[in-house]
């Protein structure tokens, strides 16, 4: 069965730092989300893609976040400089229509 | 303001109990999503509904979207159902989680 896969399942960065989280959704779908959970708290949608563009996001998704589609199977999700707080497990979903297909998740660790 | 109120919080059943989890919502939605996330962190859609009921298993899912209510029991509850099970609302595309249900099932 087609599944979401993400890459790195862990990774630690300083403050400061960029880092770019990798998702490959499933390659028929059109639809591309970014979630994030911060331990303890609920599932947050960042931001929605759509035929290579932001469809919507929220107010998390301020401008120290951005997404591409580099090539036509991966989908990245970059923070430029990165702070404590966005110490989190980070989703990628995909979907044909409405169902979601969530990926793994990458645990995000700032020091 | 929390665009979406799932109850309980907790739930704690002894094997083979029915379970009803509670999912209300504000906002506009054209379907609602039942996820359930693993004691390790993945999570998995169980149903998307925008009227009616689905069964899937043991599992039914149920909405009224007049009353922007939704349902998720689970018949004859197993320890391995032990999970958090999180409602979502679509608006637009854009989505609003509850904060989920802690299910622990003793056998």
């Known amino acids: 069965e087609p599944e979401v896969t993400q890459t790195p399942s862990h990774q630690v960065t300083q403050m400061g730092q960029e880092v770019i989280l990798r998702c490959v959704p499933i390659s028929n779908h059109l639809y591309f989300y970014w979630y994030r959970q911060i331990l303890g708290q609920k599932v947050e949608f960042l931001v929605s893609f759509y035929n290579n563009e932001i469809s919507e996001k929220s107010e998390i998704f301020d401008d120290q976040f951005s997404v591409e589609r580099p090539d036509g199977s991966n989908f990245t999700l970059k923070i430029r400089s990165t702070k404590l707080e966005d110490s989190a497990m980070y989703f990628c979903?995909?979907?044909?229509?409405?169902?979601?297909?969530f990926g793994p998740g990458t645990r995000l660790t700032v020091t | 303001k929390n665009e979406v109120e799932q109850s309980p919080q907790n739930l704690t059943a002894q094997e083979g109990e029915f379970i009803t989890i509670n999912c209300s919502y504000s906002?506009?939605?054209?379907?609602l999503h039942w996820l359930q996330q693993h004691p390790g962190g993945g999570i998995v859609s169980l149903f998307m509904l925008s009227s009616g009921k689905k069964k899937h298993g043991r599992l039914i899912a149920t909405i009224n979207i007049q009353e922007k209510h939704s349902s998720l029991h689970i018949t004859a509850s197993h320890p391995r159902d032990s999970a958090v099970y999180i409602c979502a609302a679509p608006k637009g595309n854009q989505f609003y989680f509850g904060t989920g249900t802690s299910l622990t099932v003793i056998p």
């Open positions: 906002v506009g939605i054209s379907a």
């Open positions: 979903a995909s979907t044909e229509y409405y169902e979601q297909y």
